[in-house]
Structure formats: C-alpha cells, structure tokens
C-alpha cells in the first residue's frame, strides 16, 4: 500500500450489527429501575440521530417532558447507563453478535499489508474490547494502533473530535486514512475532520443522508456474501478491497 496507511472504524453499525442488542440493554435498565419506558425499533432509529447512549437517554427524558427522581439528572442518568453497558456485555458474551460480513476479511488484510487500524467510536472502550474478544479472540485488541472512545472524547460524533483525535495519535494527515462508518452522524464526524469515509449500511441507518461519503455500499461483503455498490465510486468486483481503497486515496492525494 503506498497511499494507505490507516483504516478507522466505527464501532455500532459497522463492525456489526450492535443496535438492537444496545436498543435491548436500554430497554433492560429502563425496567430495572421501574420506569415504564420502552424503546421500539421504529422509536430507536429516530433516537439514533443522538449519539452515545447517556446524551440520549437525556434527550428522551426532555423531550417527552418525562422526570427523574433526582435534582442531578446527569449523574442520575449516568449511574443507568453504567448498568446498561452491563446488560450490553452480558448480551454480547452471549456471542449472538457477530462481525458484518467482510470486516474480518479487511482486518486480516490490513494486518498482513501493514496498514494501521484505528478504533474511533462514540460506544465505550469496554463494549469495543468484549464484541472483538467474543469475535475474534484476546489478541485482536492488539491489531489496532490507535483507540479513541466515547469517554474519551468531550464531543462525540457528529463531531470530527474522535477522527482528529486518532490522526493526531498517528500523526497522519487525513487523507491517509479511510473512515468506515455506517450512519449519518458517522459520515459528518469523518466528513468535518476531512477523512475519506466509506459506508456500509444497515438496516437502522439505511435511510440516512450519506451525502459526502466516498462510496456507499450495503456491506463490505465476502466471497460468500458480495457486496452491492449504492453510489459514489464503483466497486471493483463482489468485495470492497485494500487495493480499491488505496486507490481512491492515491487520487485524492494527487488532486
Ligand atoms: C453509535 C452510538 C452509540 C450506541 C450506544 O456509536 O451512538 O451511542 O448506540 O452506545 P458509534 P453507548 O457508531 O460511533 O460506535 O450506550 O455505549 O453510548
Ligand atoms: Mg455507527
């Protein structure tokens, strides 16, 4: 690889198909605590628009006028989203959430091609470290360079913090790298920090404006499962490969 030198990824929607197992950890704390609130799919793509887990409780909590039964809403709803992230790893310990498809493929490849990989999502460390341990096994923590999180971040996305974070820890220009996310909010944070970003959708982001990404496409796909291209730059064959995505970046870099 001469133009590549990093891919980032995205965590939820990307790397797999986490939403629903966050949608059901809410759903779980929000009963443990007596509250009769319950997040449907439909109502769940609508509060996907806020990212990371306590800004969104909090939004659900104003704009449906609802109350808490303490004067610090935040640290209250703080408190709750600790014991979601509990409910969230004991779903994923159950080993139900699996990798997209072709995202083991491109982690392999970058691995053997020594392009670096990069962790850069709103979701906490813990929720990353425990999906690639089930998945992949301990040593997979290892693959990626760089981590940057929820936590540590003071704005998550759509702000660009948590790109321009990573490319300062790598000490990369932008168009080094290559963003993989999956949403909205994902396409505008790597967009704002100037990152070549690909999407792959899924179902609760299908919908969302993509405008700005590279390339769009439905997965990333595998030899058994090929992937389908949405629009912006043609894929080359049933797969998104490194060799495509160093090319994009070799014009890029050279216009
Ligand atoms: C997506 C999110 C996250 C998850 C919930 O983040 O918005 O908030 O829905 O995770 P990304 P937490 O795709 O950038 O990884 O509850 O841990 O915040
Ligand atoms: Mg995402």
Redesign the pocket.
Known sequence: MHSLACLMF?????LANT?DA?RQAFNQVFSQYGFSWHWDQSLYKQL?RV????E?ILHYVDSNGLTLPTEDRVAFVRKM?QE??VY?NQLLQNGDIKLRSGVERLLLAARAEGVKMAIT????RV?VETLLQVNLGDDALSWFDVWVC?EQVER??PDPEVYLQALRELALAPNQAVALE??Y??VRAAKQAAIPCIVTFNEYTRDDDFNGAVMVLDRLGDPDKPARGISGVALRGDMLQLTQLDEILHQIQGA
Do not use: P, Q
């Open positions: 995205d965590v939820d929607g990307t939403e966050h996907l990212s990371g887990g306590v969104r989203h979601k992230t969230y999502t709103t979701t906490s929720n929820g998550k996305k999956d949403s909010n994902g």
